[in-house]
Protein backbone atom coordinates (compact mmCIF):
# COMPACT_ATOMS: atom_id res chain seq x y z
CA UNK A 1 0.00 0.00 0.00
CA UNK A 2 3.09 2.60 0.66
CA UNK A 3 3.53 2.46 -2.77
CA UNK A 4 0.22 3.46 -4.12
CA UNK A 5 0.74 5.97 -7.15
CA UNK A 6 -1.02 9.48 -5.52
CA UNK A 7 -1.88 12.96 -5.62
CA UNK A 8 -1.65 15.11 -2.27
CA UNK A 9 -3.99 18.63 -2.56
CA UNK A 10 -4.27 19.46 0.82
CA UNK A 11 -0.63 20.05 2.38
CA UNK A 12 0.34 23.52 3.68
CA UNK A 13 4.66 24.32 3.18
CA UNK A 14 4.73 25.92 6.27
CA UNK A 15 3.03 23.18 8.13
CA UNK A 16 6.10 20.84 6.64
CA UNK A 17 8.79 22.48 8.35
CA UNK A 18 10.33 19.63 11.15
CA UNK A 19 11.83 20.55 14.12
CA UNK A 20 15.38 19.59 13.03
CA UNK A 21 15.01 21.96 9.63
CA UNK A 22 13.42 24.87 12.51
CA UNK A 23 16.44 24.52 14.46
CA UNK A 24 19.00 24.82 11.88
CA UNK A 25 17.60 27.73 10.66
CA UNK A 26 16.94 29.45 13.60
CA UNK A 27 20.68 29.15 14.05
CA UNK A 28 21.41 30.32 10.98
CA UNK A 29 19.08 33.34 10.87
CA UNK A 30 19.60 34.39 14.95
CA UNK A 31 16.15 33.76 15.51
CA UNK A 32 15.45 32.93 19.44
CA UNK A 33 12.73 30.16 19.32
CA UNK A 34 11.85 29.58 22.98
CA UNK A 35 13.05 25.85 22.92
CA UNK A 36 16.00 24.47 24.12
CA UNK A 37 16.08 21.32 21.59
CA UNK A 38 14.36 19.45 18.90
CA UNK A 39 12.94 17.07 21.79
CA UNK A 40 10.90 19.84 23.38
CA UNK A 41 9.41 21.40 20.35
CA UNK A 42 8.21 17.94 19.71
CA UNK A 43 6.76 17.68 22.81
CA UNK A 44 4.94 20.96 22.12
CA UNK A 45 3.11 19.26 19.56
CA UNK A 46 -0.27 18.71 21.64
CA UNK A 47 -3.30 20.65 20.80
CA UNK A 48 -6.76 21.05 21.74
CA UNK A 49 -7.82 23.21 19.09
CA UNK A 50 -6.82 24.86 15.87
CA UNK A 51 -6.09 28.07 17.93
CA UNK A 52 -3.54 26.04 19.72
CA UNK A 53 -1.67 24.61 16.52
CA UNK A 54 -1.95 28.09 14.80
CA UNK A 55 0.23 29.91 17.95
CA UNK A 56 2.83 27.29 17.34
CA UNK A 57 2.93 27.19 13.82
CA UNK A 58 3.01 31.11 13.58
CA UNK A 59 6.56 30.82 16.09
CA UNK A 60 8.07 28.13 13.82
CA UNK A 61 7.62 30.42 10.62
CA UNK A 62 9.44 32.85 12.35
CA UNK A 63 12.82 30.84 10.88
CA UNK A 64 11.70 31.23 7.27
CA UNK A 65 13.61 34.89 6.24
CA UNK A 66 15.42 34.04 2.96
CA UNK A 67 14.13 33.06 -0.10
CA UNK A 68 16.89 30.06 0.17
CA UNK A 69 15.19 29.00 3.64
CA UNK A 70 11.71 28.89 1.35
CA UNK A 71 13.48 27.18 -1.53
CA UNK A 72 14.96 24.46 1.57
CA UNK A 73 11.68 23.86 3.14
CA UNK A 74 9.75 23.01 -0.51
CA UNK A 75 12.73 20.71 -1.48
CA UNK A 76 12.24 19.04 1.80
CA UNK A 77 8.70 18.39 1.15
CA UNK A 78 9.07 16.94 -2.41
CA UNK A 79 11.80 14.32 -1.42
CA UNK A 80 9.50 13.28 1.46
CA UNK A 81 6.23 12.52 -0.75
CA UNK A 82 8.06 11.51 -3.64
CA UNK A 83 9.32 8.57 -0.90
CA UNK A 84 5.82 8.03 -0.69
CA UNK A 85 5.05 7.67 -4.44
CA UNK A 86 3.22 11.15 -4.35
CA UNK A 87 3.17 11.83 -7.95
CA UNK A 88 1.58 15.03 -7.88
CA UNK A 89 1.27 17.67 -5.66
CA UNK A 90 -1.19 20.57 -4.88
CA UNK A 91 0.54 22.78 -2.18
CA UNK A 92 -0.55 25.66 -0.16
CA UNK A 93 1.69 28.51 1.31
CA UNK A 94 0.75 31.51 3.40
CA UNK A 95 2.27 34.90 2.03
CA UNK A 96 0.65 37.00 4.57
CA UNK A 97 2.73 34.96 7.40
CA UNK A 98 5.75 36.74 6.24
CA UNK A 99 4.67 39.88 4.35
CA UNK A 100 3.15 41.19 7.79
CA UNK A 101 7.16 39.99 9.27
CA UNK A 102 8.88 42.31 6.71
CA UNK A 103 9.47 39.81 4.06
CA UNK A 104 8.98 40.72 0.48
CA UNK A 105 6.34 38.76 -1.11
CA UNK A 106 8.72 37.72 -4.22
CA UNK A 107 11.19 36.20 -1.70
CA UNK A 108 8.55 33.74 -0.41
CA UNK A 109 7.02 33.25 -4.23
CA UNK A 110 10.50 32.68 -5.62
CA UNK A 111 12.01 30.25 -3.40
CA UNK A 112 9.16 28.12 -3.56
CA UNK A 113 9.15 28.22 -7.59
CA UNK A 114 12.74 27.27 -7.79
CA UNK A 115 12.25 24.27 -5.69
CA UNK A 116 8.92 23.40 -7.30
CA UNK A 117 10.95 23.37 -11.12
CA UNK A 118 13.07 20.32 -9.40
CA UNK A 119 10.16 18.10 -8.51
CA UNK A 120 9.51 17.58 -12.27
CA UNK A 121 13.23 15.89 -12.33
CA UNK A 122 11.87 13.70 -9.00
CA UNK A 123 9.17 12.51 -11.56
CA UNK A 124 6.36 14.97 -9.65
CA UNK A 125 4.14 17.40 -11.13
CA UNK A 126 2.99 20.32 -9.26
CA UNK A 127 0.58 23.31 -8.34
CA UNK A 128 1.28 26.27 -5.89
CA UNK A 129 -1.74 27.55 -4.16
CA UNK A 130 -1.54 30.71 -2.37
CA UNK A 131 -3.86 30.99 0.52
CA UNK A 132 -5.29 34.18 2.37
CA UNK A 133 -4.98 34.49 6.34
CA UNK A 134 -8.70 34.45 7.19
CA UNK A 135 -8.35 36.20 10.69
CA UNK A 136 -6.67 39.02 8.80
CA UNK A 137 -8.93 41.58 7.29
CA UNK A 138 -10.24 41.33 3.43
CA UNK A 139 -8.24 44.36 2.52
CA UNK A 140 -5.59 42.64 3.02
CA UNK A 141 -6.09 39.76 1.27
CA UNK A 142 -6.97 41.76 -1.64
CA UNK A 143 -3.39 43.65 -1.20
CA UNK A 144 -1.67 40.12 -0.84
CA UNK A 145 -3.56 39.21 -4.52
CA UNK A 146 -2.33 42.23 -6.24
CA UNK A 147 1.14 41.51 -5.16
CA UNK A 148 0.36 37.67 -6.48
CA UNK A 149 -0.24 39.22 -10.18
CA UNK A 150 3.18 39.41 -11.43
CA UNK A 151 3.62 35.41 -10.82
CA UNK A 152 0.46 34.43 -11.88
CA UNK A 153 2.19 31.80 -14.02
CA UNK A 154 3.38 30.35 -11.11
CA UNK A 155 0.51 30.67 -8.48
CA UNK A 156 -2.55 28.20 -10.06
CA UNK A 157 -5.19 29.19 -7.77
CA UNK A 158 -5.83 30.56 -4.42
CA UNK A 159 -7.49 29.79 -0.87
CA UNK A 160 -8.65 30.46 2.32
CA UNK A 161 -7.14 28.63 5.73
CA UNK A 162 -5.96 30.04 9.58
CA UNK A 163 -8.63 30.48 12.07
CA UNK A 164 -12.21 29.31 11.02
CA UNK A 165 -14.60 30.15 13.86
CA UNK A 166 -15.84 33.54 13.22
CA UNK A 167 -14.21 34.18 10.08
CA UNK A 168 -17.08 33.00 7.45
CA UNK A 169 -16.61 32.56 3.78
CA UNK A 170 -18.34 35.64 2.59
CA UNK A 171 -16.07 37.71 4.36
CA UNK A 172 -13.62 37.11 1.49
CA UNK A 173 -16.42 37.27 -1.69
CA UNK A 174 -15.00 40.47 -2.96
CA UNK A 175 -11.48 39.10 -2.91
CA UNK A 176 -12.51 35.53 -4.56
CA UNK A 177 -14.67 37.41 -7.39
CA UNK A 178 -11.13 39.37 -8.47
CA UNK A 179 -9.22 36.50 -8.14
CA UNK A 180 -11.77 34.30 -10.82
CA UNK A 181 -11.48 37.50 -12.82
CA UNK A 182 -7.67 36.98 -12.72
CA UNK A 183 -7.76 33.53 -14.02
CA UNK A 184 -7.04 31.69 -10.61
CA UNK A 185 -8.73 28.56 -9.82
CA UNK A 186 -10.76 28.92 -6.36
CA UNK A 187 -10.38 26.40 -3.18
CA UNK A 188 -11.25 27.04 0.90
CA UNK A 189 -10.91 25.66 4.09
CA UNK A 190 -14.59 25.03 4.95
CA UNK A 191 -16.68 23.02 7.85
CA UNK A 192 -13.49 22.00 9.85
CA UNK A 193 -13.93 23.55 13.19
CA UNK A 194 -17.34 25.82 11.08
CA UNK A 195 -20.36 25.12 10.79
CA UNK A 196 -22.17 23.84 7.41
CA UNK A 197 -23.29 27.29 6.63
CA UNK A 198 -19.58 27.86 5.94
CA UNK A 199 -19.29 25.21 3.18
CA UNK A 200 -22.71 26.78 1.87
CA UNK A 201 -20.34 30.28 1.57
CA UNK A 202 -17.65 28.85 0.39
CA UNK A 203 -19.69 26.93 -2.42
CA UNK A 204 -20.85 30.30 -3.16
CA UNK A 205 -17.66 32.02 -3.81
CA UNK A 206 -17.26 29.46 -6.79
CA UNK A 207 -14.77 26.91 -5.00
CA UNK A 208 -13.72 23.79 -7.03
CA UNK A 209 -12.62 21.95 -4.13
CA UNK A 210 -13.42 22.13 -0.17
CA UNK A 211 -10.30 21.29 2.21
CA UNK A 212 -11.61 19.77 5.12
CA UNK A 213 -15.40 19.59 5.24
CA UNK A 214 -16.06 17.44 8.05
CA UNK A 215 -18.88 19.02 9.23
CA UNK A 216 -20.79 19.11 6.03
CA UNK A 217 -22.27 15.45 7.60
CA UNK A 218 -24.28 17.66 9.66
CA UNK A 219 -26.35 19.05 6.63
CA UNK A 220 -27.58 16.73 4.45
CA UNK A 221 -29.23 18.80 1.81
CA UNK A 222 -25.36 20.22 1.63
CA UNK A 223 -24.04 16.67 1.34
CA UNK A 224 -26.38 15.55 -1.47
CA UNK A 225 -25.39 19.17 -2.96
CA UNK A 226 -21.62 18.38 -2.87
CA UNK A 227 -22.08 14.85 -4.42
CA UNK A 228 -24.72 16.36 -7.32
CA UNK A 229 -21.72 18.74 -8.65
CA UNK A 230 -18.84 16.18 -7.36
CA UNK A 231 -17.05 19.09 -5.42
CA UNK A 232 -14.10 17.06 -3.66
CA UNK A 233 -13.48 17.05 -0.27
CA UNK A 234 -9.28 17.35 0.75
CA UNK A 235 -10.06 15.43 4.26
CA UNK A 236 -6.40 15.37 6.51
CA UNK A 237 -7.73 12.44 9.67
CA UNK A 238 -4.28 12.91 11.93
CA UNK A 239 -4.90 16.62 11.62
CA UNK A 240 -8.42 15.86 12.52
CA UNK A 241 -7.23 13.62 15.12
CA UNK A 242 -4.58 15.89 16.22
CA UNK A 243 -6.43 19.00 16.80
CA UNK A 244 -9.84 17.22 18.12
CA UNK A 245 -12.01 17.34 15.42
CA UNK A 246 -12.66 13.39 16.30
CA UNK A 247 -11.79 11.94 18.95
CA UNK A 248 -11.21 8.84 17.58
CA UNK A 249 -10.40 7.74 13.85
CA UNK A 250 -12.81 4.59 14.14
CA UNK A 251 -15.27 7.83 14.43
CA UNK A 252 -13.92 9.13 11.19
CA UNK A 253 -17.00 9.55 8.84
CA UNK A 254 -14.67 9.37 5.63
CA UNK A 255 -16.62 5.46 4.84
CA UNK A 256 -19.92 7.07 5.25
CA UNK A 257 -18.76 9.75 2.97
CA UNK A 258 -17.98 7.74 0.41
CA UNK A 259 -21.60 5.65 0.60
CA UNK A 260 -23.45 8.95 0.46
CA UNK A 261 -21.41 9.72 -2.83
CA UNK A 262 -18.96 11.92 -1.78
CA UNK A 263 -15.55 12.78 -3.82
CA UNK A 264 -13.15 12.49 -0.62
CA UNK A 265 -9.66 12.64 -0.83
CA UNK A 266 -7.05 12.27 1.76
CA UNK A 267 -3.96 14.25 2.33
CA UNK A 268 -1.36 15.17 5.22
CA UNK A 269 -2.41 19.39 6.14
CA UNK A 270 0.80 20.42 8.40
CA UNK A 271 2.27 17.37 8.61
CA UNK A 272 5.47 18.16 10.90
CA UNK A 273 2.90 18.87 13.54
CA UNK A 274 0.48 16.26 13.22
CA UNK A 275 2.29 13.28 13.17
CA UNK A 276 2.00 12.05 9.92
CA UNK A 277 2.64 12.55 5.63
CA UNK A 278 0.40 11.50 2.98
CA UNK A 279 0.86 7.44 3.61
CA UNK A 280 0.85 7.66 7.53
CA UNK A 281 -2.65 9.32 7.23
CA UNK A 282 -3.89 6.24 4.33
CA UNK A 283 -2.26 3.40 6.84
CA UNK A 284 -4.35 5.56 9.59
CA UNK A 285 -7.69 5.43 8.47
CA UNK A 286 -6.85 1.97 6.86
CA UNK A 287 -6.31 0.73 10.06
CA UNK A 288 -9.14 2.53 11.95
CA UNK A 289 -11.82 1.80 9.38
CA UNK A 290 -10.47 -1.23 8.22
CA UNK A 291 -10.49 -0.63 4.56
CA UNK A 292 -9.56 -2.55 1.80
CA UNK A 293 -7.38 -2.80 -1.43
CA UNK A 294 -10.28 -1.33 -3.69
CA UNK A 295 -11.11 1.25 -1.38
CA UNK A 296 -7.92 2.84 -1.12
CA UNK A 297 -7.53 2.74 -4.65
CA UNK A 298 -10.68 4.40 -4.92
CA UNK A 299 -9.08 7.25 -2.67
CA UNK A 300 -5.82 7.42 -5.03
CA UNK A 301 -8.37 7.71 -7.81
CA UNK A 302 -10.50 10.72 -6.46
CA UNK A 303 -7.15 12.45 -5.68
CA UNK A 304 -5.92 12.60 -9.47
CA UNK A 305 -9.51 13.52 -10.46
CA UNK A 306 -9.90 15.94 -8.03
CA UNK A 307 -6.74 17.56 -9.26
CA UNK A 308 -6.15 20.56 -11.00
CA UNK A 309 -3.95 18.56 -13.75
CA UNK A 310 -4.81 18.67 -17.30
CA UNK A 311 -6.69 15.82 -18.67
CA UNK A 312 -4.16 14.25 -20.31
CA UNK A 313 -1.77 14.40 -16.99
CA UNK A 314 -4.85 13.27 -15.59
CA UNK A 315 -5.48 9.75 -17.88
CA UNK A 316 -1.68 9.45 -17.85
CA UNK A 317 -1.42 8.93 -13.84
CA UNK A 318 -4.50 7.06 -13.92
CA UNK A 319 -3.33 4.68 -15.91
CA UNK A 320 -0.09 4.56 -13.41
CA UNK A 321 -2.46 3.83 -10.74
CA UNK A 322 -4.38 1.38 -12.75
CA UNK A 323 -1.49 -0.46 -13.73
CA UNK A 324 -0.57 -0.23 -10.04
CA UNK A 325 -4.01 -1.99 -8.74
CA UNK A 326 -3.93 -4.73 -11.04
CA UNK A 327 -0.16 -5.64 -9.62
CA UNK A 328 -1.96 -5.35 -6.48
CA UNK A 329 -4.86 -7.98 -7.01
CA UNK A 330 -2.34 -10.15 -8.86
CA UNK A 331 -0.06 -10.75 -5.71
CA UNK A 332 -2.41 -10.51 -2.94
CA UNK A 333 -4.24 -13.90 -4.84
CA UNK A 334 -0.83 -15.25 -5.41
CA UNK A 335 -0.19 -14.83 -2.00
CA UNK A 336 -3.30 -16.20 -0.64
CA UNK A 337 -2.32 -19.48 -3.35
CA UNK A 338 0.89 -20.02 -1.85
CA UNK A 339 -0.79 -19.92 1.66
Given at each position: ??G??K?E?????????E??????????????????????????????????????????????????????????????A????????????????????????????????????????M????????????????????????????????????????????????????????????????????????????????????????????????????????????????????????????????????????E????????????????????????????????????????????????F??????????????????????T????????
Open positions: MELPALHLHLEGTLPELMFELAGKRKVELGYRSVEEVRRAYRFRNLQDFLNLYYKGVEVLREEEDFRELTLSYLKKRSQNVLHAEVFFDPQAHTRRGIRFEKVVEGIHSALREAEKGMTTGLIMCFLRDLPEEEAVKTLDEALPYKEWIIGVGLDSAEVGHPPSKFKRVFEKAREEGFLLVAHAGEEGPPEYVWEALELGVARIDHGNRAMEDPELVRELAKKEIPLTLCPLSNLKLGVVKDLREYPLKEMMRGLKVTLNSDDPAYFGGYVNENYLAVQEALGLGRKELVGLARNSFEASLERREKERRLKELGEYAKEWTFERRTKFLK
